[in-house]
């Protein structure tokens, strides 16, 4: 056993503790250190006695520095004093040699200074002639290896003195080579701590070597990111000293680098054929930017403008699909039913390609080129999906382009208060913009797309201008091939586009902006085509986006029946895929459980489940919807009327009492202004029949009546439940309770008429829904029910009744007609 670098074994020899901050020596190198603390000049004083020799060690804590029993490493270096050197303000400078590497052992304080005893880190070596070849072939790879990489090291740093580098090259050592490299290098104090530790030769090279490719992977990455700044640094230079050069070349050639921007701009916009008036604009445009600086804000503006006209689509026409049956089979696979909606747009295919046959096309522009279709002369219709939110109105405008084969190009209009998002800024203003439609027309790269208006009965407007007013110009076909954007300043041609927007209610729609569209309107889905919505569409599309499309998954008919039913409360199906996409990601939390997907021995192909009503609860909770408040038993003063809601139909309970009073009428349950008319005009037109029925008031003027609708904090509003506060009312004025399974709806007038109402099939689900049986409806609803579908048909039993009297008769069958007098027939 010996110590490393040849020097005699001290072992057990006591040293003076020379504690240093962020220092760590090595053997084999030279030192120069400040000593300022009065620790480190007792311990070279004690140094003198123990033949200039002391051990240096790197302290743990750095703000610690000249501190009594400071924490320090357990591993330092044995050194000797080279040279001492007071100075004028009683510090040292010392120069220290290093000599060999030593584990600190136990130490004991003196005064000032501490006394250690160290160990030598060795290791027992071969005898000569012991060592195996094999050994030293390892080691000398690995000095080869690590001299290479600190040369790489020292080329990057740039701060390696050229001796360190001939030191490094020249040293057959691997102890020397260590030391040499980890004094130079700038890493960290516990990665020079373990080179100073570890004894094995083979085990030093490895972590240098470590190290130093670690520190040239970070220099390389830092040299590649400070390259790409350089170059597009360097980039933009060349480019501009290029820009100077050429323009000095063109101005000794007689040309003009700027001229031939300016005529690449033009020959741009003249290639996409606009008309006359809009190339006599770009002309004169181009003609005011070329007498511009080229730096001047007008010329930044001029050129924003002409390159928006350059951009624009002024000529090209995508060609609609000829074939009927094609477009009918792509609107079938994306939506289920819509029979209006598809059939106004196979409609427009059909009279399209009739045009078209018969040569009936519009002019042809004489700059248009011939690999252009020609737009025949059929304007494109403007049309207006309204229906309940999640019945599938946007998406079905994508189907509608992808069944003509158009581009597609979508607008939300939800919230936009400003009239200049429709007609943009003029040129004036900074940061001046075209409008949306221009911007989409733009994106849509042809004349005829089909553009999406969405939510536009959500239009606001403010100081700022009324951006439905300024649609009026866009949804006109009248006048939309001339519509002019603030920015363009020029008309711009819209009437070949197809213009579909979304609405889910009319009534905040101006007038003369829905008297320019063509109403369709998109009824809420029934539980049978919920259902098969759910199967053919929303089943396979949530598992697919789970990945379990390849799994054997199953929703039984009556497990989704009970989710529409006990989960969602709408007209459209957007709740219910959000409950089918809880219950796939159940399912597929449970297959991860189980391994499926995961274990090459369970593919996911064998995961099979089959989803019933009794697994509803374990995948998702308590029901969150129950029936409307319906009574099982016919009970004096109620009555049932049906209601539509932006989330479909319901039943609206009306009850009513009487007691002695001013003959006032009290009306209550959050009703608007139209309600509380209906109610006061369902009590008048009583009031005025009263010698038909047998009431139990002989004084109508002394008899008080409340009448109340359920779930008061619900507002409700409308003229369709007057019937049924009129058969609310007899009921009490009566004391006898309607016929128990009946519900009705329709608006009463004075005179006993029983008026048309809107939301027919809504308001007929809603009754399916809660068990009714028997449905009254006025007699101008006739079409709109025989439209309804056959499972609506035949699960209601309709009449349909012109008067009061008529209603009457069939809520109240008995005990309500007043046998003694006959009254007149009451006009109706």
Known sequence: MRPFGGFKNNEGEEYPLLPLRELVIFPQTIVSVYITYKSGISALEEAQKKEHRLFAVCQKDTEAQGKKNTETWDAGTVVRVVQNLRLPDNTFRVVLQGEYRAILMSSKPKKDSTLVKVEPISRAFPEPGEKSELAEQEITALMRAV????????????????????????????????????????????????LVRIADPKERLEKILDILELENEIFGIQKNISGKVKSRMDKNQREYILHEQLKEINKELGKDAVEDEFAELERSIKERCPT???????????????????????????????????????????????????AEKILNEDHYEMKKAKERIIEFIAVR?????????????ENSPSSFPIPNSIKGPILCFVGAPGTGKTSLGKSVARALGRNFVRISLGGVRDE?????????????????????????????????????????????????SALLEVLDPEQNFGFTDHYLEVPYDLSKVLFITTANSLHSIPYALLDRMEIIEIPGYGENEKLAIAQKFLVPKELAENGLSRANIVFKDEALREIIRHWTME????????????????????????????????????????????????????????????????????????????????????ESISFKGSGECLITGNLGDVMKES?????????????????????????????????????????????????????TLCQVSPKPGVAMTGELTLTGRILPIGGLKEKLLAAIRNGIKEVLLPEDNREDWAEMDNDIKNALDIKFVENAIEAFAIIFPKGISNKKKKAKKHSA
């Open 679 to 731: 109610a006061r005009i369902a009590l008048s037109y009583l009031r005025s029949v009263q010698d038909r029925y047998r009431f139990i008031f002989k004084d109508m003027g002394k008899t008080d009546f409340h009448i109340h609708v359920p779930e008061g904090a619900i507002p409700k509003d409308g003229p369709s439940a007057g019937i049924t506060l009129a058969a609310s009312l007899l009921s």
């Open 147 to 194: 001299q290479k990489s600190f040369a790489q090291y020292a080329e990057f740093s740039k701060k390696i003195s050229t001796e360190t580098i001939t030191a490094v090259e020249k040293t057959d050592s691997a102890e020397k080579l260590v030391n040499v490299i980890g004094n130079a290098m700038s890493i960290k104090i516990d990665k020079k701590i373990d």
């Open 276 to 326: 006359e008036e809009v190339l006599a604009k770009a002309h004169k445009e181009i003609g005011r930017l070329r007498k511009l600086q080229p730096f001047s804000p007008e010329a930044g503006v001029l050129r924003g403008y002409l390159e928006w006209v350059a951009d624009l689509p002024w000529s090209e026409y995508s060609v609609d699909r000829a074939d009927l049956a094609e």
């Open 353 to 365: 390609q009739l045009t078209i046959n018969n040569g009936e096309t519009s002019s042809k522009n």
């Open 420 to 468: 200049a998002e429709i007609r943009g800024h003029r040129k004036t203003y900074v940061g001046a913009l075209p409008g949306k439609i221009i911007q989409s027309m733009r994106k849509a790269g042809t004349m005829n797309p089909v553009f999406l208006l969405d939510e536009i009965d959500k239009l606001s407007h403010d100081f700022r201008g009324d951006p439905a």
């Open 571 to 654: 007209s459209g199906v957007r709740s219910l895929e959000r409950e089918i996409a809880r219950c796939v990601r159940r399912i597929a939390k449970h297959a991860v459980n189980k391994e499926y997907g995961k274990n090459p021995d369970k593919p996911i192909e064998t995961f099979k489940k089959n989803v019933r009503r009794e697994d509803l609860e374990k995948l998702l909770g308590r029901h969150k919807y129950k029936n409307d408040v319906v009574f099982k038993e016919a009970r004096i003063g109620v009555s049932y009327g049906l209601a539509w809601t932006e989330t479909g139909g319901t039943m609206l309970p009306v």
